[in-house]
Nanobody, 136 residues
Framework: QVHLVESGGGSVLAGGSLRLSCTASGYTACLGCMGWFRQAPGKQREGVAIIHNGGATWYYDPVKDRFTVSQDTAKHMVLLQISDLDVADTAMYYC??????????????????????????????WGQGTQVTVSS
């Protein structure tokens, strides 16, 4: 099992920046990828960014110019830097992590397509979320 804890959310003005962090614990040796999804009020969850252990990254196209995903593998952390925040970025942001190849492939497809990703909480794993609220 892998446990994920997000931090860094908050309330910001449009145009500002935030850095979200996610730390994994438990059986972290299995991790092959870590990424971020978000769910805005009244909308489905959507993938936004993911990074694989080798450093390869994928983004949901509408956010790729403002979102940057990075990792600290030694600390089992994934970061999401968001710049030029827009009111439309208001959402709960969830960290996701995959151990097996299939789980990482599913997460990556969801990020690339901006879709909700796999359900369940046993590879891939999901955090509880951190709220980002952007006001104009």
């Amino acid at each position: 099992q892998v446990h994920l804890v997000e931090s860094g959310g908050g309330s910001v003005l449009a145009g500002g920046s935030l850095r979200l962090s996610c730390t994994a614990s438990g059986y972290t040796a299995c991790l092959g990828c870590m990424g971020w999804f978000r769910q805005a009020p009244g909308k489905q969850r959507e993938g936004v960014a993911i990074i694989h252990n080798g450093g390869a990254t994928w983004y949901y196209d509408p956010v790729k110019d403002r979102f940057t995903v990075s990792q600290d593998t030694a600390k089992h952390m994934v970061l999401l830097q968001i710049s030029d925040l827009d009111v439309a970025d208001t959402a709960m942001y969830y960290c996701a992590a995959g151990c097996h190849q299939d789980a990482c492939a599913d997460l990556t497809r969801a990020v690339a397509g901006g879709t909700r990703g796999p359900v369940g909480d046993d590879d891939p794993y999901w955090g509880q979320g951190t709220q980002v609220t952007v006001s104009s």
